[in-house]
């Protein structure tokens, strides 16, 4: 399924519907380049659950909790250099705790997170930089059941 989001605030939009489809236990691992507006769509995800805490990336943290009737785990492995340091972390007692996971920079970790995750790829449409479209974004979820897709596009 892929998206356009044509500002921050429709990118905000798109991760608050999304925020309805997910369930304990979701991995959403995000991909993008710097910039390109993951913590925006983590911001979106937060709304979408009724977190009122403020969303931040977790960038020197590591990792950002946001509570609400269902836990947000927000990771950043930016800073990660190898799989060791990402083991290291204790990641799998968060990963599987009730709570919904979401992976800034999930591409580091691929062969460690598996294929339950939910990849959402977000990047700027070079097309459009010189141009007044400068935020626009392209989306792109892929791992999403065909039930949860459904119920995403309605």
């Not at 805490?53 to 609400?68: D, G």
């Not at 785990?73 to 009730?98: M, P, Q, V, Y």
């Not at 709570?99 to 977000?122: H, M, P, Q, R, Y």
Request: proline letters at 3%; hydrophobic letters at 45%.
């Amino acid at each position: 399924m892929v998206l356009i989001s044509k500002s921050p605030e429709d990118t905000i939009k798109i991760g608050r519907k999304f925020a309805h489809i997910l369930f304990p236990n979701a991995i959403v691992a995000l991909v993008g380049s710097l910039g390109s507006g993951k913590t925006v769509f983590v911001k979106g995800i937060c709304q979408g659950l009724g977190i009122t805490q403020e969303v931040t990336s977790p960038s020197f943290a590591l990792m950002n909790v946001y509570q609400n009737h269902i836990v947000v785990f927000h990771f950043d492995f930016f800073r990660l250099n190898s799989l060791k340091e990402i083991a290291d972390l204790g990641i799998e007692e968060f990963l599987f705790a009730n709570g919904i996971s979401v992976i800034e920079w999930a591409e580091k970790a691929k062969s460690f997170l598996g294929n339950d995750c939910i990849w959402v790829t977000i990047e700027r449409l070079p097309e459009m930089e010189e141009t007044s479209k400068e935020n626009w974004r392209r989306i792109k979820i892929e791992g999403l059941p065909e039930h949860l897709k459904t119920r995403f596009e309605n």
